[in-house]
């Protein structure tokens, strides 16, 4: 099982950014997906999850910034981060818990919110 992420980059603050994830493999079924991440100094934080049947959760500082979706078609999880701030800056990874096989992590993609 593979996990990629695609669309970080480097933005100025009010921006927008859309991360892109691909879960390839012998995959039987997915059930949660989500996006985690991290900043320099700071702790792995849950930004936002999405299950199979499309109920979503997300950490307070992105409501209403942020969404996450989901293709069950192609494995695949988006997340659409609108009004970027300062504070957005962090590595972010895509995470999916496979069935039967267990939680799987793409390796990050660098986000960047500059002033």
């Known amino acids: 099982v593979q996990v990629g992420e695609s669309g970080g980059g480097l933005v100025q603050a009010g921006g927008s950014l859309r991360l892109s994830c691909l879960v390839s493999?012998?995959?039987?079924?997915?059930?949660?997906m989500g996006w985690y991440r991290q900043a320099p100094w700071n702790e792995r934080e849950l930004v936002a999850t999405?299950?199979?049947?499309?109920?979503?959760t997300y950490i307070d500082s992105v409501k209403g910034r942020f969404t996450i979706s989901r293709d069950n078609a192609r494995d695949a999880v988006v997340l659409q981060m609108n009004s970027l701030k300062l504070e957005d800056t962090a590595v972010y990874y895509c995470?999916?818990?496979?069935?039967?096989?267990?939680?799987?992590w793409g390796q990050g993609t660098q986000v960047t919110v500059s002033s």
């Open positions: 995470v999916a818990d496979v069935v039967v096989l267990g939680r799987y």
């Open positions: 999405v299950t199979r049947d499309n109920t979503t």
């Open positions: 493999g012998s995959i039987f079924d997915i059930n949660t």
